[in-house]
């Protein structure tokens, strides 16, 4: 007994190729669509972001935040806002609103808020995630 006789294997063939196709063409479009504006990418793993932490706590509207990713926590000790801050953990930051939130996205929880005073340099113990 034959798994695929020669009509259903050229059959399953055919709809590998027109996946695979479909596939290369979908990637080179988001590609192009990223070459053509950089920022897209960050501003919409912000929105993400802000989306997956908007489910646990009330954001500010109409701002897309600036998100940092925390790199290294021992710098950052000494600062109530970071006391259970670590590597990885987000920090959303609302410049308009005034306001800062420290979120896990591993335990998917918000950690810490805080007002901001807006003007001031972001710590070096941040990464500002802006691929």
């Keep these: 007994m034959k798994l695929f006789s020669g009509k259903r294997l050229n059959l399953l063939l055919a709809i ?3 996946g695979a196709i479909s596939f290369a ?3 080179h479009m988001k590609n192009a669509r ?3 504006n950089p920022d897209a990418l960050a501003e919409e793993e912000s929105k993400d972001l802000a989306a997956e932490v908007g489910r646990f ?7 897309i935040p600036t998100v940092a990713t925390v790199s290294d926590p021992e710098k950052l000790k000494d600062k109530p806002f970071f ?3 670590k590597v990885g953990d987000k920090v959303l930051l609302y410049p308009v609103a005034k306001k800062a939130f420290l979120y896990d996205p ?3 929880k918000v950690l810490e808020v805080a007002p901001i005073n807006v003007g001031g340099e972001i710590d070096k113990s941040l990464e500002v995630d802006d691929e």
Excluded at 57 to 63: A, D, N, R
Aim: without cysteine; proline residues 5%.
């Design 106 to 108: 591993v335990a998917k």
């Design 16 to 18: 590998l190729l027109v």
């Design 34 to 36: 990223l070459e053509a």
């Design 25 to 27: 063409v979908y990637l």
């Design 57 to 63: 706590i009330l954001l500010p509207k109409g701002e």
């Design 83 to 85: 006391a259970k801050a």
